[in-house]
């Protein structure tokens, strides 16, 4: 009545994401796309923000570091994670949970494979511990999370989950990072499920 709806009120932030998402990704091609011609200790933030038509204030708005651009997809589905496992049914298993909430992502493989090809080939193994120690955190907090509140009534609850939460995320970090070693040429759903229905036996293997 006064000149607008809930629809044009809803629909502003919506663009705006979509605005940011848009931005992120421009910078993130580009990114990979500079770090694979050029090697990534001769890129410079500059280069990437001008490629993508940004300033560089933008860039940082975006990634914290250079370095933080070959992580974004691990970024991108911690957010997305947490929505998944809270969409699926109480009667499936945190397992299932987890494999199906991963499964859902709407991922750009190839960009995933560039990804995960870059931080093998351009940065050292140390670098690369340090990033996916703040990753595998950030995935274990969701994951742990979600299973104290799924499974609040159970015995020793904190603890179960904090052990189950940490357990998954390093399961899910492991299946990206070895397919990423061998040249990302498996199927990453396999090695994700095979990670994780590891943990669903006890590492049945070593028993």
């Known amino acids: 009545m006064l000149g607008y709806d809930r629809h044009d009120m809803t629909a502003s932030p ?16 580009a990114a990979l796309a500079r770090f694979a011609s050029k090697g990534f200790s001769n890129v410079t933030v500059t280069e990437l923000a001008r490629e993508a038509g940004v300033t560089e204030r933008t860039f940082f708005r975006h990634f914290p570091t250079k370095e933080a651009v070959l992580f974004q997809d691990y970024e991108t589905q911690v957010e997305w994670l947490a929505d998944a496992l809270a969409k699926r049914p109480e009667s499936e298993s945190v397992f299932d949970a ?8 709407p991922h750009d ?8 090809s870059a931080r093998t080939e351009l940065i050292s ?3 690369i511990a340090a990033h996916l120690r703040v990753v595998q955190a950030s995935f274990a907090g969701v994951i742990t999370g979600f299973i104290k509140e799924r499974y609040a009534r159970a015995h020793e609850i904190d603890l179960v989950a904090e052990v189950a939460g940490a ?7 492991a299946a990206v990072e070895n397919w990423g070693r061998y040249g990302c040429t498996g199927d990453l759903d ?18």
């Open 190 to 207: 396999e090695i994700t499920a095979t990670c994780v229905n590891l943990v669903r036996s006890g590492l049945s293997p070593l028993s």
């Open 167 to 173: 357990t998954l995320a390093a399961a899910l970090v």
């Open 109 to 116: 493989l190839e960009v995933v494979r560039q990804a995960a």
């Open 14 to 29: 919506n663009l705006h994401e979509l605005r940011r998402r848009s931005t992120r990704e421009a910078l993130r091609h």
């Open 98 to 105: 987890v494999l199906a909430g991963v499964a859902s992502f």
């Open 125 to 127: 193994a140390d670098r």
